[in-house]
């Protein structure tokens, strides 16, 4: 009689933007929660200084970067510009150095350099609008939506529904 041999599943290496504010954190241990596997993580800090550096987790953390986000409003074009340039590189130099399986975005503008950087190196982006946005999208999720950044777009209100034709509402999938 031979004996079963039972393989964990091997990790998905998981790239989570955004950290920092303390705003989406709830939001993303809920994610990765669900997800049902062993988890390997890279944790991406942005706002000044990296802003609150905490991630409390059971998965293993695998690696943790401070990068500059991006501003939405504010600053001038050029300056926009050139901090999106800024961050699409260093958004290629994090994934070019920790190897990953997808990148998670929650409500976060370093959603777009991300996305970018992920295109290029054929790496799935999820983004998930902030559970904020009720009845208009963050600009973050339409340039995201607009430029195809996300291989899976999550929304969780069903009045988004006309912003993101090809994303998934979660309030209709928790019925």
């Known amino acids: 009689m031979q004996a079963t041999i039972v393989s964990e599943p091997k990790p998905l290496r998981v790239c989570v933007i955004g ?32 802003g609150l550096q905490y991630w409390k987790t059971d998965d293993k953390i695998i ?15 050029l300056k926009k ?12 130099a994090v994934l070019r150095k920790d190897p990953i399986d997808v990148v998670l975005s929650v409500g976060t503008a370093q959603a777009v350099p991300f996305g970018i950087a992920a295109r290029i190196l054929g790496v799935p982006m999820w983004h998930v609008e902030s559970i904020t946005r009720m009845r208009a999208p963050s600009r ?14 999550y929304f969780y ?3 988004l529904k006309p912003h993101f034709p090809r994303g998934i509402c979660i309030e209709d999938s928790l019925r």
């Open 19 to 50: 950290l920092g504010g303390g705003g989406f954190h709830w939001e993303v241990e809920r994610i990765l929660q669900a997800v049902g596997r062993p988890l390997e993580l890279v944790l991406i800090y942005a706002g000044p200084k990296g």
């Open 140 to 153: 973050t999720a339409k340039l995201v939506s607009r430029l195809r950044l996300a291989s899976r777009l």
């Open 63 to 77: 690696a943790s970067h401070i990068v500059r986000s991006p501003s939405l409003t504010g600053d001038r074009r």
């Open 157 to 159: 209100s069903r009045d």
């Open 81 to 92: 510009a050139m901090h999106v340039m800024v961050t699409v590189w260093q958004a290629l």
